[in-house]
């Protein structure tokens, strides 16, 4: 018997198991399991929309499980607090960003990829689903920090717009003598802008006036010039 005989055997049977598991598809997953992940969902989105109309302080996880329709022990067996609420709100947020940023054309100028993206979240928070986070809160930024999925969601999403403000600034579409984290900071704050609703209960302009509005005086500033 040749030495390589038992190699070349258990070699077939790997390549055969692997091509058995590819034809049976994924794993199923159980009913129970398909069950919690609804309910975890619903969590979320309850939670992010409470966030968008209350803000992080004023929200409770009594509201959230009663939006829900769920006793706040079973809530708590999926988020131990409402911090970490607020950071699977953010994740959830940030996964949405990401598929944004993925959907746009790579062509397109570095200025308009950053336009379109000021713009989608500016729309974001008009419709009530940006979750509205105090930037002082050390129980709150400690377990976004500890949350691996937001911190990954926040560097692929922070690169990506970080790239092109680097380019328009190269282009001289935007002004070079600005830290390009100055400006992306600019940005971001946009997704939480109070001037949008203060705009929108004046009642004169549509949201897309809004946000066009503010737009124009993120990008072009207040000059006349």
Same mark, same amino acid.
């Given at each position: 018997?040749?030495? $390589? ?27 129970? #399991? ?11 989105? /309850? /939670? ?9 302080? @004023? ?6 499980? *009663? ?21 699977? /709100?953010?994740?959830?947020? @940030? ?5 944004? @940023? ?5 062509? *397109? ?19 009530? %689903? ?6 002082? $809160?050390?129980? @709150? ?5 500890? $949350? ?7 560097? %692929? *999403? ?9 380019? /328009?600034?190269? %282009? ?13 900071? #600019? ?20 949201? %897309? ?7 124009? #005086? ?8």
């Amino acid at each position: 018997m040749s030495s $390589n005989t038992v190699p070349v055997a258990s070699n077939a049977r790997s390549a055969t198991a692997k091509i058995s598991a590819l034809k049976a598809g994924p794993p199923r997953v159980s009913f129970k #399991t398909q069950m919690l992940q609804a309910r975890e969902e619903a969590i979320v989105q /309850a /939670a992010s929309r409470l966030l968008a109309e209350k803000g992080f302080d @004023l929200m409770t996880v009594d509201q959230v499980a *009663a939006d829900v329709g769920i006793a706040k022990a079973s809530l708590y067996k999926h988020f131990p607090s409402k911090e970490d609420l607020a950071a699977a /709100a953010m994740v959830r947020v @940030l996964g949405r960003a990401r598929t944004f @940023l993925a959907s746009l054309p790579r062509e *397109a100028a570095p200025l308009d990829q950053l336009k379109t993206v000021v713009r989608w979240m500016m729309r974001l928070q008009l419709a009530g %689903e940006m979750p509205s986070l105090p930037s002082q $809160n050390s129980t @709150l930024r400690a377990t976004l920090m500890r $949350n691996k999925a937001y911190l990954d969601g926040l560097m %692929e *999403a922070s690169e990506q717009i970080g790239s092109w403000i680097e380019q /328009a600034q190269a %282009e001289g579409a935007l002004d070079p003598r600005l830290p390009a984290i100055a400006v992306l900071y #600019t940005l971001y704050a946009r997704a939480c802008d109070p001037v949008l609703e203060f705009l929108r209960m004046g009642g004169q302009h549509s949201d %897309e006036e809004i946000v066009e509005l503010v737009l124009r #005086t993120c990008f072009c500033g207040l000059s006349s010039r």
